[in-house]
Structures are given as C-alpha cells and as structure tokens.
C-alpha cells in the first residue's frame, strides 16, 4: 500500500487496475502478500473448525447427560458444516497436509477435553481415531 494507508481503498484501486489492464500500475508485491495472507487465514480456518470437530466428537465419548450430549451433537454437525464449506470453496486446502492439520487439531482437542472432563491427558486416544471420512459423514458419531 505504497499511498495509501486504507486498506479497502487500496483492495478497490488495485481490483480497478487489474479491470482496466493497467497492470504496471499495479502493486505487486503487497497484492501477492495479501493473496498468501488470504490462503494461510483460509486454512486457519480450517484447523479452527476442525479443532470443533475434534473437540466435540471427543467430548461426546465421555459426558452422560442428555442435554450435554445434544449440545455436542449439534456442535459436532455445525462444525461438519463450516469444515465441509472450506472444503468445497478450496478443495485442494488439504492436499499433503491433511495429517498434519487433524493432528495439532486433534492434539488441542485431546487436552481441552482431559481437562473438562478432568481426567488424565494420558486416558484419552494418543491419536484421532477418526478417518477423514468418518469426520465429514453427517451420520457418524462414535459410540
């Protein structure tokens, strides 16, 4: 943004340069910046829904009461929702990384759940039992 310190003023002249072809005009390393900024938000994203995910599939192994279970269930389907939605705006946002997002997810989720349900960290699956698949299916919860 070399003259200007707005950034949505910035966003339009930009987008009205590359419309208009005047593409020396352009401010091309503050517009590939930006594009690498949007990717690495888009799969924080990502982690952030799969962080729910994992975090209520978990919890739902261990809490009893009806209302609590229910809560989870629908946490469980919203988070397949807004992961499912990533997913289809990017698809390729998992490609060689899908391991190792659901694990820190799974990693994040394992602890938050050993500390709510208070037990040992120790006590809870080292690693997500859970295939890709079985994540998004709408109709898998575990036991």
């Known amino acids: 943004m070399k003259q200007n ?7 339009h002249e930009q987008a ?3 419309r208009s072809k005047e593409f020396t005009q352009l401010d091309i390393e503050e517009i590939a910046q ?9 799969k924080r994203d990502l982690r952030t829904q799969f962080r729910e995910l994992l975090f ?4 739902l192994q261990f809490v009893t009461d009806m209302d609590e279970r229910i809560k989870c ?3 469980i389907q919203d988070a397949r929702e807004n992961v499912q939605d990533i997913l289809d ?3 390729s946002i998992l490609q060689g990384e899908e391991d190792p997002i659901i694990s820190q997810s799974y990693n994040y989720a394992r602890n938050t759940v050993a500390f709510i349900i208070d037990r ?5 699956p080292d690693r997500c039992p859970w295939a890709l698949k079985d994540l998004l299916n709408h109709t898998f919860f575990p036991n």
Do not use: G, M
């Open 5 to 11: 310190n707005d950034f949505y003023i910035w966003l």
């Open 16 to 18: 009205n340069l590359l």
């Open 34 to 42: 930006q594009l690498d900024d949007v990717a690495a938000s888009e």
């Open 56 to 59: 209520h599939l978990l919890k």
């Open 73 to 75: 269930r629908t946490n």
């Open 89 to 91: 705006a990017s698809p």
């Open 120 to 124: 040992p960290v120790q006590e809870l």
